[in-house]
Each structure stands twice: as C-alpha cells, then as structure tokens.
C-alpha cells in the first residue's frame, strides 16, 4: 500500500505540473466550451493509456533503445505542438481585425467534440517524453514478485484516469470563467499566449535531448 501511495503523489507532482496537456485543454476549452476540454482530457488520457500498455508489452522499450523511430516519434509531436500554436495565434490574430471586433465578419467554427478529443490524443501520442516516463517510472512501483504486465498497465491507467480527472477540472474552471474569457482582448490575449506556449514547447521537445 506505501508502494501505490508513493506511487499516487509522485503522479500528482508531474500531472499538476503545466506543460502541453494543460495548454491544449485550455486552448480547446476557450475555443469550445467545457465539453471541448473534456473531451481533450478524454484523448490525453486515451493517448496516455495507450502509452501504459505499449509500456506493459514491451514496446516502449524498444521505441525508447531505437534512435530513428523515437527522434520521429519527436519531430511529428513537436511538429503537431508548433501547428496548433500557430492555429491559436492566427485565431488571435484574426479576432483582433476591424471587421471581427465590429461583428461584420463570418465568426469562427466552434471547436466540436471529435476534434478536442483527437487533439488531445495526437498530442500525447506524439510526445515521446511520455514513453520514457512511463518506461522509467512504472516499474519503480511494481510490488517485488507482482505480474508485470497486469501491474504496469494498471499503474498506468491510475495515471491516465488523474490526468483526465485534474484536466476536466482545468475545463470546468475555464468554463465557469467563461463571461469574463469571452471578453474580446482578454479572449485574444489568452490565445495569444497559449499559441506562444503551444510553439515554445513544441520546440523544446525538438530540440532537447533524452
């Protein structure tokens, strides 16, 4: 029981720590409402469940000890970071011409559920930082004697499932702030800023080593 405890607050400390997960449920849920940042943390924690059992099987191992597939795995999720960033400043951009603050121009499409859930997911398969975290910390708290598989893999949704539970609270507040996010240069401002974060750490991870 010490062993899952420990577990359960060091998972804590890297899910409430901000990073890209948290700044696409942000981004999606301003652009979508609360269900559009749900269903982000839906697809984060489906990317991340996904990680746990590739983990269980053995394949992150191999992703992690082969070079040329984990630089791409890399580059593509670095890439996907950079373009949803460039996204949120042409739509902060955009919300700052003439026409869209006199309401004369055709608004933009709100962001609907399917695609919130399938950035999500693209986001956090496309992070191989996830494959080296779930490699080297899963097996640390895996009781001495235990069926790996089975344990690395539940250990591995307990996570998913409290990084869809703290992210489906960041929508919610998000939300609730919606009266005041919904002004128009605070709206820009905030998508400004995520875009900028968005293509900060999309270049991080591209060029930051193992």
Same mark, same amino acid.
């Given at each position: ?6 577990? =359960? ?81 042409? &739509?902060?951009? /955009?919300?700052?011409? +003439? ?11 709100? =962001? ?30 895996? +009781? ?10 539940? =250990? ?12 489906? =609270? ?37 060029? &930051?080593? /193992?």
């Amino acid at each position: 029981m010490s062993l899952f405890l420990a577990f =359960l607050g060091v998972s804590f400390m890297v899910i409430a720590t901000p990073g890209p997960d948290t700044a696409i449920t942000i981004r999606n849920t301003l652009l979508g409402g609360r269900t559009a940042g749900v269903f982000t943390a839906l697809g984060i924690s489906s990317g991340q469940t996904i990680w746990a059992l590739a983990t269980s099987a053995g394949i992150v191992a191999l992703l992690v000890a082969s070079e040329p597939l984990f630089l791409a795995v890399k580059y593509a999720g670095a890439a996907y970071l950079v373009y949803l960033g460039f996204r949120a400043l042409q &739509e902060a951009l /955009r919300r700052s011409h +003439p026409r869209v603050a006199a309401g004369l121009a055709k608004p933009a499409r709100r =962001l609907i559920a399917a695609t919130a859930y399938r950035q999500g997911l693209i986001s956090d398969l496309g992070n191989p930082k996830m494959a080296v975290f779930f490699a080297s910390l899963l097996p640390q708290f895996v +009781p001495p004697g235990g069926e790996s598989f089975s344990a690395l893999l539940g =250990l591995g949704v307990v996570f998913a499932v409290m990084t869809l539970t703290w992210l489906a =609270l960041y929508a919610t507040l998000v939300a609730k702030a919606g009266d005041f996010l919904r002004r128009p240069s605070i709206r820009r401002t905030i998508e400004a800023v995520t875009g900028i974060v968005l293509i900060g750490l999309g270049i991080r991870i591209a060029t &930051e080593h /193992r």
